[in-house]
């Protein structure tokens, strides 16, 4: 699950090489509970809903589930306030292998690997 306060470039190319490892994953695997990533957007920001419907008509994604969530799904999913997106990495469904709180700018190549790595570690072999 991402929760995301923004669509930028950077979530953009994170999401598409994510949508694109699962999808390979799946074709390999084909494992017998589907996987997927949920992007889920907080706040109702009419200009963040347009890029996000920017991404869902042009992504081209296959693996990805995009929806919106309102101020309480910042609360009730513990989402820290100075995060600009989170990554919560699940193993089996119900327990969270690996968290990712970044800051706005801090997503850089370094942190992107650490994000596949640890998606790599919770697919099937």
């Not at 949508?19 to 084909?30: F, G, N, P």
């Not at 309480?72 to 100075?82: D, H, M, S």
Request: hydrophobic residues 40%; proline residues 2%; neutral net charge.
């Amino acid at each position: 699950m991402i929760f995301v306060r923004e669509i930028n470039d950077e979530l953009t190319g994170l999401v598409k090489k994510l949508d694109k490892r699962l999808d390979e994953s799946m074709a390999k695997h084909k494992p017998q509970n589907r996987l997927g990533v949920f992007v889920i957007l907080l706040g109702g920001d009419a200009k963040q809903h347009e890029k996000y419907k920017e991404l869902l008509d042009k992504g081209g994604l296959k693996q990805v589930v995009l929806c919106t969530t309102d101020a309480t799904g910042e609360q009730r999913n513990k989402i820290a306030r100075e995060a600009e997106f989170t990554v919560a990495v699940y193993r089996d469904h119900d327990r969270v292998a690996t968290n990712f709180a970044l800051k706005k700018c801090e997503l850089d190549e370094k942190k992107a690997e650490a994000i596949y790595e640890a998606i790599d570690e919770v697919l099937p072999k």
